[in-house]
């Protein structure tokens, strides 16, 4: 399925020199980090500033970024100036501000003199598309000095200070894949079988990717397969990212062949804003990623990968073709009907059986259409983008999570799925079947 975000790659305008960069401030030699999983990223829990936030686990970046400042009034910066920022997308540079010392903390592993980059622009975030609120950022700062374990199958971050202080014989069971760190950013070299040829690709392993593969067609060697589909693919710094679709017979990394995984190919419109370096072909994402426990160990430019249980888990997309975001909160008038009540005597247990009945009133998720692929299911049914999402399969659509939807709309092709949507205040019902087209 299409999963949001991302994203990609940050081309700033300004330099960043190096800092001492996070350190323990704990005498144990490992962090916990437990983190949550959404649509294959991972939101970590950190403090800026003394102010707890959500921020995105993100390989493919290089500075920290902060961003959905609206709930977060109390955020305090010092030493800013304003500066320019690029990315993937369509569009061209937005404005940002960037900050310097600044205290960043996750769990006891903190950095009290943090860049930070700040985007104002309302239009970039990730908490309408996961459905949590999440605020920015982090990439090559937290690994740079560090032996980082992403363990994904539990859900798990494990920061150790060094690699000497992870278990040798664990080290064993775990592939080794040397890495490049360029521009800040890790990649990796892999054999991919594509339209039935063995290509030799460079790609940037992106943990803030949620798809599982990107390639960049170039007209020689990496050419999208016959069979696709034009797509959304998400929305970078720079604007939406559209492309092709489809599916690649098998890659290789490391020890491990993965076969049929879905693959986007980003047109070329999207990519005139990205850094690229030198050689690289895509990059992998977290719909792969997933699949391994991961440990990073950038000082020493290796990465290992160990199969976890989610290694066979089928590579699935949206096959409704209608994406799904969370817009803003709605107060919901629920009823509560209260237990009988009994009351014990010497004699006998008397129950009052009279109804009674309670309201509670709670705030709840919207849900609206972000965007509709032509000719597909949901479009055919007649969905149209910023439709009000009131009903899925005739339960009231805030009783679910952003995730389940999103899960719901790439189960299992011939699913039969019924929503009521609202248009310019009119009830429409519509009926689809999720329908495979790779």
Do not use: C
């Not at 490049?180 to 460079?202: M, R, V």
């Not at 990717?209 to 016959?226: M, Q, R, T, Y």
């Not at 797509?231 to 679709?245: A, E, M, Q, T, V």
């Amino acid at each position: 399925m299409k999963k949001f975000y991302l994203l990609l790659f940050i081309l700033f305008t300004v330099l960043s020199f190096s800092q001492e960069g996070f350190q323990f401030s704990t005498h144990k030699k490992k962090i916990k980090v437990p983190f949550e999983l959404i649509n294959n990223l991972i939101i970590i829990p950190v403090s800026v500033n003394q102010v707890k936030l959500n921020f995105l686990l993100d390989t493919g970046v290089e500075n920290t970024v902060l961003f959905s400042l609206d709930n977060v009034d109390s955020l305090k910066f010092k030493h800013i100036e304003k500066i320019k920022i690029s990315g993937l997308g369509s569009g061209n540079t937005i404005d940002a501000f960037h900050s310097k010392k600044n205290d960043f903390t996750v769990s006891g592993f903190g950095d009290n003199n943090h860049e930070i980059y700040i985007i104002l622009d309302q239009e970039i975030n990730f908490s309408s598309h996961l459905g949590i609120p999440v605020h920015g950022i982090i990439g090559y700062e937290f690994f740079k000095n560090n032996f980082i374990e992403i363990n994904y199958s539990r859900k798990i971050l494990n920061i150790y200070k060094n690699s000497q202080d992870f278990s040798i014989n664990k080290l064993k069971q775990y592939d080794e894949i040397p890495i490049s760190l360029e521009l800040q950013k890790p990649y990796i070299k892999t054999l991919t079988k594509l339209n039935d040829k063995d290509i030799k690709t460079k790609l940037l392993v992106d943990s803030g990717g949620s798809d599982a593969l990107w390639l960049f067609e170039d007209k020689v060697n990496i050419l999208s397969p016959k069979k696709y589909f034009i797509d959304f693919l998400g929305r970078g710094f720079s604007g939406n990212i559209y492309g092709k679709r489809s599916r690649i017979e098998k890659i290789q990394i490391g020890k491990h062949e993965i076969s049929y995984p879905t693959i986007s190919f980003p047109d070329s419109l999207s990519l005139q804003n990205a850094n690229m370096v030198e050689g690289r072909n895509g990059s992998i994402g977290g719909e792969i990623l997933k699949r391994f426990d991961v440990l990073f160990d950038y000082p020493n430019k290796k990465m290992y990968i160990k199969k976890n249980t989610n290694f066979d888990e089928p590579f699935n997309y949206n096959m409704s073709g209608i994406e799904i975001q969370h817009n803003g909160l709605q107060w919901i008038k629920e009823e509560v009907e209260l237990k009988p009540k009994f009351v014990n005597t010497e004699f006998a247990v008397i129950e009052d059986r009279e109804k009674s009945i309670k309201y509670n009133f709670s705030l709840k998720p919207v849900y609206e259409v972000s965007n509709v692929r032509d000719d597909s299911p949901g479009a055919n049914a007649g969905i149209r983008k910023g439709d009000t999402i009131r009903k899925i399969n005739r339960n009231w659509a805030f009783k679910y999570k952003l995730k389940d939807i999103t899960e719901l709309l790439q189960s299992e092709e011939g699913k039969i799925i019924y929503m009521e949507v609202e248009r310019n205040g009119i009830i429409i019902k519509v009926r689809f079947e999720l329908k495979k087209i790779l």
